[in-house]
């Protein structure tokens, strides 16, 4: 019988990876530092996602939250919600969990190139997100303006807070983040009030943008209004990221569709005008 090939095996079976470091984001995420066992890069693209295993336990998807361009460890921001994500979060470095993938339909590079890109995650949307931010930051030359938003329930809910600043000081992004509602007596020198407050007052040259939203559900139609009022429509001027329960990653359970679309194939990183009109969509 011939072997499978390195395809077949990391879409059906686990690989072997080694945590290379644990670092805490907020109250409940982690930074996951990860390497394939055998060296190899994870060969991934911005806004795909990985199975992530435990042995004795369901696999879950994650995003990768790290850039191709970064060589020698991928990275996964990781909230903790149930059984795998708390055993995942119990890690040590050193120690071993297995990956399927890199699976899904990734950002759309090559129609991002050129354009000026208004990149808005809310709440752990900013993970996935990150993978292309990182991108940018790395191929600078291959993108016209980069404006970062981000919208966080309070202060400690915010990820990535070391970018965030990184990202606001560094001179490559225009980067602003807002919260939902600020403690009385915190200390946070951002923004208050909604992500949408962030995007009223843009001066932009629309017909030249290009927009990427990721968040949570109820972020979408409120984000998209807005941008629609500066001019952007869904035609290759939107993309969304729609997240489903998946089971398989493949295109084989039936777990993530939305109508006739599997969101771990077709997405999850779709144009909106693909998925705008599919019921139960956004
Ligand atoms: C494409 C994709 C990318 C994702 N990327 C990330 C990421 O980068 N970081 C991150 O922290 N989370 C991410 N998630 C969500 C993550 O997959 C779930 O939090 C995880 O599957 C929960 O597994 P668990 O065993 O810990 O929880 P369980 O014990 O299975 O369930 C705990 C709770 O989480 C809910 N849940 C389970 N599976 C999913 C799911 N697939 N999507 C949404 N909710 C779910 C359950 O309904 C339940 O309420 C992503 C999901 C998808 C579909
Ligand atoms: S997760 Fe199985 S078909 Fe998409």
């Known amino acids: 019988m011939s072997q499978p090939s390195q395809t077949e095996t990391s879409i059906y079976s686990p690989r072997p990876c080694r945590l290379l470091s644990v670092n805490k984001l907020t109250p409940q995420d982690k930074l996951f530092r990860l390497q394939l066992r055998d060296g190899s890069e994870l060969q991934h693209q911005p806004g795909q996602f990985i199975q992530l295993s435990i042995p004795g336990l369901t696999d879950a998807p994650l995003s990768v939250a790290s850039s191709p361009t970064r060589n020698g460890y991928f990275e996964l921001g990781v909230r903790k919600a149930g059984i795998l994500t708390s055993a995942l979060h119990r890690l040590q470095p050193g120690e071993q969990v297995g990956i399927r993938g890199p699976f899904g339909r990734p950002f759309q590079l090559d129609d991002l190139r050129g354009k000026q890109l208004l990149l808005i ?10 993978s292309l931010i990182q991108y940018c930051q790395d191929r600078r030359d291959e993108f016209a303006t980069v404006q970062i938003f981000y919208g966080a329930r ?49 001066q932009i040259d629309a017909a030249n943008s290009c927009a990427v939203i990721v968040g949570p559900p109820t972020m979408y139609r409120p984000v998209i209004s807005a941008l629609r009022r500066l001019g952007l429509n869904s035609e290759k001027q939107i993309m969304v990221s729609l997240e489903r329960q998946m089971r398989c990653g493949v295109g084989k359970c039936g777990h993530c569709t939305i109508e006739h679309l ?5 997405g999850p990183i779709f144009w909106l005008e693909e998925v705008e009109h599919l019921r139960g969509a956004l």
Do not use: H
């Open 154 to 202: 309070s202060p400690q809910d915010m990820l990535f807070q070391q970018d965030l600043s990184a990202w606001q000081t560094g001179g490559s992004f225009n980067c602003r983040y807002t919260v939902d509602k600020k403690p009385v007596d915190s200390c946070f020198d951002g923004e208050t009030g909604l992500i949408t407050n962030l995007l009223n007052d843009l």
């Open 262 to 266: 599997y969101c771990c194939q077709d």
């Open 121 to 130: 995650a809310g709440g752990c949307g900013l993970a996935p997100l990150r």
